[in-house]
């Protein structure tokens, strides 16, 4: 069982910038694929940034430029880099887990175990 737990969530205003941090209950990050979601009130969980075992990464085209995800092995903890923040990147973001595959899954339904959320609102 992997267990996920997010922080780092906060209101911050348009153009800033935010870490939010994924503890991850696992010997080893190895053979798993980590992503981050988000969703907006009233809309659907989306996928905005995945990693893998290699050092491969990708990301939504909404994010890319603005968003990085950073791995600690060390503490079993993964990032999400967050910069020039827009009202829009605004949601419960989600870190997830799936057990083995390869390359990156972009579906909510792709992933076996996720976090209970963390809240990121952009406003002024």
């Known amino acids: 069982q992997v267990r996920l737990v997010e922080s780092g969530g906060s209101l911050v205003q348009p153009g800033g910038s935010l870490r939010l941090t994924c503890q991850i209950s696992?010997?080893?990050?190895?053979?798993?694929?980590l992503a981050w979601f988000r969703q907006a009130p009233g809309k659907g969980r989306e996928f905005v940034a995945a990693?893998?075992?290699?050092?491969?990464?990708a990301y939504a085209d909404s994010v890319k430029g603005r968003f990085q995800v950073s791995l600690d092995d060390i503490i079993n903890t993964r990032f999400l880099h967050m910069s020039d923040l827009k009202p829009e990147d605004s949601g419960l973001y989600y870190c997830?887990?799936?057990?083995?595959?390869?390359?990156?899954?972009?579906?909510?339904?792709?992933?076996?175990?996720w976090g209970q959320g963390t809240q990121v609102t952009v406003s002024s």
């Open positions: 997830a887990a799936r057990g083995g595959g390869s390359g990156y899954y972009t579906e909510v339904s792709d992933y076996d175990y």
């Open positions: 696992t010997r080893t990050f190895r053979g798993y694929i």
């Open positions: 990693s893998w075992g290699d050092g491969g990464t």
